[in-house]
């Protein structure tokens, strides 16, 4: 479907179920137009309602939209498969939209370096909003252009995948990205298709592997309540459901949290659709795996719920937002196994992450706010008294399915830094002073010594104490611009991030599943733990986080083995205050003796400061 240039011309395809007839008008180099009618046609999974035509002589970059005859027609259309979108009379002082054009796209990419993304028990994600991660005063032609020169940057933060936020078309030049109205055009002020690939192919040549962020429970058709003339509003003129054939109809289904209607799951041609826009990531852009957003809203209806999706199933007799989830995991597992699918459920489902052979929707891992909430929840305490440990030591030992790694950890993402960065949320009166520098480093630490699949958002690694953006709640919200200063404000804030990142990617016992809670005691707010991936001895490691303003220069814990045990990470070194002004509590290395100790058949001594983390290795 859409366009593909071929052997001396290009063709086009399009679904319009409605249709009476339609005809692809072309812009020629010297400005002429000509419209050339198609023909009837047949396409798997959108049956026979497809309109196709071959066009001599047609190159990249030739502007077109399809003139589309209905009963109240003709009316000019973008094409819905087309990989970009031109406004030829944007301007920031009109903002006008109405001469919205297509864009014939070469397929034909230069071959990119051979690239094996690491395991999933090794990945470390870093979530990057296109268009606000690049330095202006680089001077790249655009922001995908900017991203590129910023490569040097995550790899000296050590990541080894971005997780890149929704940067298809959407109704402003700069959206925080959630607000879709053709999944399958890339946001034109952020660069072309060739742009993206060459991000992808840079990055994969730097060792990260890419994800992208789909949104299908929703896709805009209007901005205070005016029909974007380059939308899916009725796209082929019908207007049997409200928003036409695009979308569900029954007003309980079509909708959302955000005010869009819903795509119409049930409807064949519509589920293609957004299975191939699935496919189109994978296998056309090759990037490594998909994060789907808020699949609640897929399988559920709104209900009511004001912000997310408490109703019934979608569909009567079957919930075709379900099978929807299903048939796009089934079709990534048949032909790239190795690619990562990743659910925004928030609901605590274990079907989610379950096989479709089973009934479950098939997703490889799930974002996990148990965690997150818990270690959050210790964090902002006011005072340690409050400190419950005890959830965070459940939230560690009850993954989904008992399978750590189909979680997403992580304790801040794009959906809380709207609000408040971490900081703030620790110490608003202090965001980057001492408390909220060493909490924040300490939950981040715990989430990084965890099992799963550990993800951390933009800035985190600067101190960024600002919203990401300052209105979220408007219809049009603005992101918060990274800040690329030279020096960083906070380099050894930086280097703790890093170094952080590096032992989570780098030690074999943080990347297996294994998890003992050696103790949470909920008098000196210790919480202990033994991690391992073999096991056995060979890599075993024992991690300890203070939650307390207390310093421990000599405190007992649990030891699995005896022998020698050596601090390797440290939270309280000076190594990570730009102030020079934590406690350097000597974590000094010990020997694990005979006498068994919180349920754990050796003991030992370690030293560790207030609000802080350590490891120890054999």
Known sequence: MGNFIGSGGCSFRVWALFATGIAVKIWNADGSTQSVPMDQDSAAGYGIDVWSVFVPNITAETNYRYTISFSGGPADRVDPFARSIV????TDATQDTSDARSVVTSRDFPSGPTFSAPGWTQWVIYQIHIGTFFDPSKGGANQIDDLIQQIPYLQSLGINAVQFLPFIEFSAPLSLGYDPVLPFALERDYGTPQDFMRLIQA??????AVLVDVVYNHIDVSSNGVNFPYGLFQYDGWSGDPCGIFFYGDYDEMATPWNSPRPNYGRP????FLSDNAMLWLQEYQVDGIRFD????????????GTTCCGGDIGVQRNFGWELMQNINNRIDASQPWKLTIAEDLNGNAAITSPTSGG???????WDTDLQTAVMAALTQAYDTNVNLGTIASAMQNPFEGDPFKRI?????????????????????????????KKSMLGFAVILTNPGIPMFFQGAEQLDIRPWTPSPTATQATPTMMNFPQPLPFPKVFQFYADMVRLRINTRGLCGSGLIVIEANPATKVLAYQRWNQGGGSDDL??????????????????????NWNVIFNSDSNDYSDSNDFNAVDSYNTTAGPGGYDGMPCSGNIGIGPYSLIVLSR
């Open 87 to 90: 406004f030829p009379n944007w």
């Open 203 to 208: 990055l994969h040549a730097s060792n990260i």
């Open 269 to 272: 041609a519509v589920s293609q």
């Open 294 to 305: 808020s699949t609640i809203c897929i399988r559920k209806r709104q209900g009511p719920c």
């Open 360 to 366: 479950g929707a098939g997703f490889n891992a799930q």
């Open 409 to 437: 950890t992580y304790l801040e993402s794009h959906d809380q830094a709207k609000y408040q960065r971490v900081p703030v949320m620790i110490d608003s009166g202090d965001p980057q002073g001492w408390f909220a520098r």
């Open 542 to 563: 024992v991690v300890v986080a203070n939650f307390s303003d207390a310093t421990f220069p000599s405190y007992t814990i649990g030891f699995p083995y005896p022998g």
